[in-house]
């Protein structure tokens, strides 16, 4: 069965860096792109960043652009999400997707893992 | 960007009875070369991560139940859960895959009345 996991997540000052991990197991890893997809709590499912199976192509949401880096190390079935000059607004549950149709420009998720909590305050 | 809306917002329905939901993007994400649409609809109780329905506008995901379908075209779709049961309460999100950025629509919360 296919499971993610995330970890990483926590309180960090804004300005601050954050590191989410993504560790993947049950399925062959470098055959599909993989998302970052968050949440703030109670509202709606907000699209961050996608990399392709290689990892030699990245996409990024404008919120983050420049300031998030995706990826991905097929070695050890694991994706990344570097979040630095963190804002209060980027606080919510960052979830790790699986992508299904296999192109990271245009897919759909159909794995998540349970999401990692990132809380941006002073 | 394309944007996606969703109607209603919230929707209150019998057991056994039909839900509709409607989701509409600000431009079309049909592929004319393949005739596809690049809309999906994802399904999320509380305290659950998104759980993927369908894709290509109609196609249902592997184990989905057979009462959740999809139709429409071009820039509006429909998600029809035919006899709602217990277990579908939920909200309902769809999902343009078109283009990057990838846009959801901002739910449907389905009730039981």
Same mark, same amino acid.
């Given at each position: 069965e296919a499971q993610l996991v995330?970890?990483?997540g926590g309180l960090a000052q804004p300005g601050r860096s954050l590191r989410l991990s993504c560790e993947a197991s049950g399925f062959i890893f470098d055959d599909h792109g993989m998302h970052w997809v968050r949440q703030v709590p109670g509202k709606g499912l907000e699209w961050v960043s996608s990399i392709s199976l290689s990892g030699s192509n990245t996409h990024y949401a404008d919120s983050v652009k420049g300031r998030f880096t995706i990826s991905r190390d097929n070695a050890k079935n694991s994706l990344y999400l570097q979040m630095n000059s963190l804002r209060p607004e980027?606080?919510?549950l960052y979830f790790c997707a699986k992508g299904k149709i296999g192109v990271s420009s245009s897919d759909v998720f159909d794995v998540w893992g349970q999401g990692t909590m990132v809380t941006v305050s002073s | 960007d394309i944007v996606m809306?969703?109607?209603p917002d919230s929707l209150a329905v019998s057991l056994g009875e039909r839900a509709t939901i409607n989701c509409k993007s600000s431009q079309s994400v049909l592929y004319s070369s393949s005739n596809a649409n690049s809309l999906a609809w994802y399904q999320q109780k509380p305290g659950q991560p998104p759980k993927l329905l369908l894709y290509w506008a109609s196609t249902r995901e592997s184990g989905v139940p057979d009462r959740f379908s999809g139709s429409g075209s071009g820039t509006d779709f429909t %998600?029809?859960?035919?006899? %709602?049961q217990a277990e579908d309460v939920a909200v309902y999100f769809c999902q343009q895959y078109y283009s990057t950025p990838f846009t959801f629509g901002p739910g449907t919360k389905v009730e039981i009345k």
């Amino acid at each position: 069965e296919a499971q993610l996991v995330e970890s990483g997540g926590g309180l960090a000052q804004p300005g601050r860096s954050l590191r989410l991990s993504c560790e993947a197991s049950g399925f062959i890893f470098d055959d599909h792109g993989m998302h970052w997809v968050r949440q703030v709590p109670g509202k709606g499912l907000e699209w961050v960043s996608s990399i392709s199976l290689s990892g030699s192509n990245t996409h990024y949401a404008d919120s983050v652009k420049g300031r998030f880096t995706i990826s991905r190390d097929n070695a050890k079935n694991s994706l990344y999400l570097q979040m630095n000059s963190l804002r209060p607004e980027d606080t919510a549950l960052y979830f790790c997707a699986k992508g299904k149709i296999g192109v990271s420009s245009s897919d759909v998720f159909d794995v998540w893992g349970q999401g990692t909590m990132v809380t941006v305050s002073s | 960007d394309i944007v996606m809306t969703q109607s209603p917002d919230s929707l209150a329905v019998s057991l056994g009875e039909r839900a509709t939901i409607n989701c509409k993007s600000s431009q079309s994400v049909l592929y004319s070369s393949s005739n596809a649409n690049s809309l999906a609809w994802y399904q999320q109780k509380p305290g659950q991560p998104p759980k993927l329905l369908l894709y290509w506008a109609s196609t249902r995901e592997s184990g989905v139940p057979d009462r959740f379908s999809g139709s429409g075209s071009g820039t509006d779709f429909t %998600l029809t859960i035919s006899s %709602l049961q217990a277990e579908d309460v939920a909200v309902y999100f769809c999902q343009q895959y078109y283009s990057t950025p990838f846009t959801f629509g901002p739910g449907t919360k389905v009730e039981i009345k």
